[in-house]
């Protein structure tokens, strides 16, 4: 998206770095604002009916099959695991919802 840059060094044409982008154009990290819309998402969710089709999705079995380096993840085990890496994973996070 913002091209590649010259090395002053080398003189050669090289790609940006994530960390590079990040201090020259001070944007949020995109990886932290997808973990937080999709905890916010779940909250939302969590509050609705089981008979929503959200609630469905939110805590539902993948189907299909997938390559086998792939893992199938529920919604739900991804916000479990962005609760373990901000350090709050003994808690339902349903019930905080």
Not at 79 to 96: F, H, T
Request: charged share 35%; hydrophobic share 30%.
């Amino acid at each position: 998206m913002f091209g590649p840059k010259r090395d002053e060094v080398t003189r050669d044409w090289r790609e940006l770095h994530n960390e590079e982008l990040n201090d020259r154009y001070s944007s949020p990290n995109i990886v932290q604002v997808t973990k937080s819309r999709r905890n916010g998402w779940a909250g939302h969710v969590a509050c609705l009916e089981e008979s929503r089709g959200g609630y469905r999705v939110l805590l539902g079995e993948p189907e299909g099959k997938r390559p086998l380096e792939k893992l199938k993840h529920r919604w739900e085990d991804h916000i479990k695991m962005d609760l373990q890496e901000a350090g709050s994973e003994g808690m339902d996070w349903i019930d905080v919802a």
